[in-house]
DNA sequence: GTTTCGATGAAAAAAGTTATCATAACTACT
DNA sequence: AGTAGTTATGATAACTTTTTTCATCGAAAC
């Protein structure tokens, strides 16, 4: 269980096991594919009634990434949101619709070849990888060719 | 030559050709691999003698991005940077060193299969990509070693 | 229970980015 | 060239996110 791995982890480096470091874990094991920043943690805190100050969230997810616990991950909105890594260590991959930000996850075999490969050639140690495609998802594609539609319909009155 | 990209793009938006987006975009072209953050532009310009607002470096990273021009990156220290996008329209991709941040770039065949049979199997329209493998670099992981001897050694003495 | 030292909370500070608005300057049209 | 019209810029304030500071609290060891 992933409790354990962080009581493990603290013990190890003489740090403490503390009611706010397993209840901010507790919150990414509850949700699934969960993708949060520290003010989303804050406020799902606020909601529990537990009141946990900025400070040792953002203290705490820094904490739980380092552990290798969480993986960080950035789309790009200027938000930092960790999620909970895979227990394989594989790292998941994500698809991002640029127009409505919406964001799909998937897994490649390919992905864990090329990082062997790499890693040979270059002679880094490589921990873990994070792949982000970006694109235009279905929804918003069918909302851009109908719109295309009507501005063509619109010229077309005009003339 | 990519100057004239920009101006074709601004013209076609009904937008101004500025001695500022010239400038900016000239900082990239002259350094090979470069990956400036907003910051570090309003530094080489000053460097150059040319005083150009920061929400004018800003506002052109934004707009050059907009344009396709540059892609936009986040290694995961906080700093939005940005790069020349390549004329075949290739991503490439970074191995980043999660000790003393060094990057290190590579290519590979393999992910724009990926993006194909993803783009496929998902129904999105990929437009590009971004790969990011951490770990460590060679230089550090000797200095590692090196620093764990050194703690044998010393426990050793201790005894 | 007491001691010790790391962790927390609250607030200030720092860092990075965006918004505001008066002024400058690019472009099109005489 | 000169002018009008409108966009871009510069300086600064405002905003957002993250880090630092420090007094106080509490986990862990004895
Ligand atoms: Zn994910
Ligand atoms: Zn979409
Ligand atoms: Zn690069
Ligand atoms: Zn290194």
Chains 1, 2 share one sequence.
Do not use: W
């Amino acid at each position: 269980m992933t409790l354990d791995i962080l009581r493990r982890e603290l013990k190890k480096r003489g740090q403490r096991i503390t009611y706010q470091r397993e209840l901010i874990l507790k919150i990414f094991m509850e949700s699934e594919n969960a993708h949060f920043g520290a003010e989303e943690i804050y406020r799902l805190l606020l909601e529990k009634r537990s009141r946990i100050s900025k400070a040792t969230v953002y203290r705490t997810l820094a904490l739980l990434a380092d552990f290798g616990i969480l993986n960080k991950i950035e789309f790009g909105d200027g938000i930092v949101r960790y999620e909970l890594a895979s227990f394989d260590g594989k790292s998941h991959n994500h698809l991002i619709c640029k127009i409505c930000g919406k964001v799909v996850e998937f897994e490649s075999d390919k992905l864990d070849e090329l990082m062997e490969t790499i890693s040979k050639e270059t002679g880094y140690r490589i921990e873990n990888y994070q792949v982000k495609f970006y694109g235009i998802c279905p929804d918003c594609f069918k909302k851009i060719l109908r719109n295309d539609d009507n501005q063509k319909i619109a010229s077309e009155s005009v003339k």
